[in-house]
Every structure is written in structure tokens, then in C-alpha cells.
């Protein structure tokens, strides 16, 4: 199951009445809690784990093997801000936007004629640092934007230029693929903000959706009477 088919059954978590006494493994409606106190954080395996390939950006740290040549095989190159590599032989080459297969072709056909009759050139992903995080919900600015280095939900909110005058910062929650499970977390980010508990930390993929003002009423009686001492992470079960 994606993320994306999940969110609107994790949306429901913006509106679901939170009680200090659930259990760990409490089901409702398609949710699982689990005990956790934070979401688990993604392998590069989920981060590249996409119906859309992965395209290459700013930072991002590529391995190139040119076959036949010891020297240009296990190369291993970063891109730059402007989203281009320099590679022996050939120079500059944009890279920026391009799947690492059309990162390949395009190396080949520098590399063809000039200096190889027959190219073979593999390009893979060696770590990937430019990435998209999607924020939406009662933010300023709703979209999706880069994570260039830490990113954390605070940082990720404030990316989107703040709350708006109905925005609860007492129901945001973070969805997240790992290990093909689609998570959820709800923060009260007024908790985070009094250091109740640590700002979490945002990766590429995730969706942060930031409640209204209905969820701060859902919240006021419980946050009223006992502040959330941790994240409710939940497990979106519902296949449907």
C-alpha cells in the first residue's frame, strides 16, 4: 500500500479523539497504534522506493563505472548546487533532473567516438541529499519542498512560511513509508515548542499535514488536562 492511497484514511487522525489511557496496539478504523515514541526513520531502499523514478538533484552523491577502464570505473562524483558533475575526459555535464539510467546514456554519448568505440556506463545513486518533503493543511504556503541537509517539523512548517490563523499546532501529523508499512504520527507541536519532547526530524517522502481549528477543539480537553508526553504513532492497516 502507498502513502498517498493511505493519507486519506490518516487523515482521520487529525480529527481522532486521543485518549490518555490507549493501549499499544489499539486498532480503530484502519489504525494501528504501536509502541513507539517516535516514527522509524527510512532506509535509502524507502527513499528510493517510488511509482515515479528517482531523479537526480543538487548534492547528491552518484557512483560511476566506465567498463573496460580501471581508472573511470567506481567513481565516485557529487552534484553540485547549479545540479551538474565533472567527469575526467568529458568535463561538465548536467545531471540535474535526470534518472541515473539517463545520467548512463548521456555519459555514453560524450564518451562514444571520442574516446571509447562502444561505451558502458553505469550510473548509480550513492547517497541521495536532494529530496522533497510535502506540507499541507492549514500552512501559508502548501507545497512540496526541498530538504537540503536536517530537516525537522518545525523547520519543515516554517519552509512553508507558518501557520495560518486556523491552523491547530496541537494536530500535526506525519505520514512516512518504511520497510513498505505506511506510518502516521500526531504531534502536538505546542508540546515540542515547551521541549516536552524533541522537534522530530523530517525525511525526503514525507507528507506533514497541519490541522485546523476543529482539531484544536478535539485536542483542548485532553492537552488541557495532561500535555502529550510523546508522538501517537500509528500503522494505517486499512487496505482498502
Same mark, same amino acid.
Given at each position: 500500500m502507498q502513502i498517498l492511497k493511505s493519507l486519506g484514511i490518516g487523515l482521520a487522525l487529525l480529527a481522532l479523539p486521543v485518549c490518555a489511557s490507549a493501549e499499544d496496539g489499539e486498532q480503530r478504523e484502519g489504525l494501528q497504534r504501536v509502541s513507539a515514541d517516535e516514527l522509524p526513520a527510512p532506509s535509502l531502499a524507502d527513499l528510493q522506493a517510488s511509482e515515479r523514478p528517482y531523479r537526480v538533484g543538487? #548534492?547528491?552523491? %552518484?557512483?560511476?563505472?566506465? #567498463?573496460?577502464?580501471?581508472?573511470?570505473? =567506481?567513481?565516485?562524483?557529487?552534484? =553540485?548546487?547549479?545540479?551538474?558533475?565533472?567527469? @575526467? %575526459?568529458?568535463?561538465?555535464?548536467? /545531471?540535474?533532473?535526470? $534518472?541515473?539510467?539517463?545520467?548512463?546514456?548521456?555519459?555514453? =554519448?560524450?564518451?562514444?567516438?571520442?574516446?571509447?568505440?562502444?561505451?558502458?556506463?553505469? /550510473?548509480? %545513486?550513492?547517497?541521495?541529499?536532494?529530496?522533497?518533503?510535502?506540507?499541507?493543511?492549514?500552512?501559508?504556503? @502548501?507545497?512540496?519542498? @526541498?530538504? *537540503?541537509?536536517?530537516?525537522? %517539523?518545525?523547520?519543515?512548517?516554517?519552509?512553508?512560511?507558518?501557520?495560518? =490563523?486556523?491552523?491547530?499546532? !496541537?494536530?500535526?501529523?506525519? #505520514?512516512? $513509508? *518504511? !520497510?513498505?508499512?505506511?506510518y502516521a504520527a500526531l504531534y502536538n507541536v505546542k508540546a515540542i515548542q515547551k521541549g516536552t519532547y524533541p522537534d522530530p526530524e523530517i525525511y525526503a517522502s514525507d507528507i506533514v499535514m497541519v490541522g485546523d481549528s476543529q482539531g484544536r477543539k478535539i485536542w483542548k480537553d485532553f492537552l488541557g488536562a495532561s500535555p502529550l508526553l510523546a508522538p501517537f504513532i500509528y500503522v494505517l492497516t486499512n487496505k482498502n
Open positions: 543538487p #548534492f547528491d552523491k %552518484l557512483t560511476i563505472d566506465v #567498463f573496460g577502464s580501471a581508472e573511470l570505473s =567506481d567513481k565516485e562524483v557529487q552534484v =553540485d548546487a547549479s545540479g551538474r558533475i565533472t567527469f @575526467p %575526459l568529458v568535463g561538465t555535464v548536467e /545531471v540535474a533532473g535526470k $534518472t541515473p539510467g539517463e545520467v548512463s546514456i548521456a555519459l555514453q =554519448d560524450l564518451f562514444r567516438g571520442r574516446f571509447i568505440k562502444n561505451p558502458q556506463i553505469s /550510473v548509480n %545513486l550513492k547517497e541521495i541529499v536532494s529530496q522533497t518533503v510535502t506540507i499541507g493543511g492549514e500552512v501559508k504556503k @502548501p507545497g512540496v519542498y @526541498p530538504i *537540503v541537509g536536517k530537516m525537522t %517539523l518545525m523547520t519543515a512548517i516554517a519552509s512553508a512560511e507558518g501557520w495560518t =490563523d486556523i491552523s491547530s499546532r !496541537g494536530s500535526v501529523a506525519v #505520514f512516512r $513509508t *518504511v !520497510g513498505g508499512k505506511d
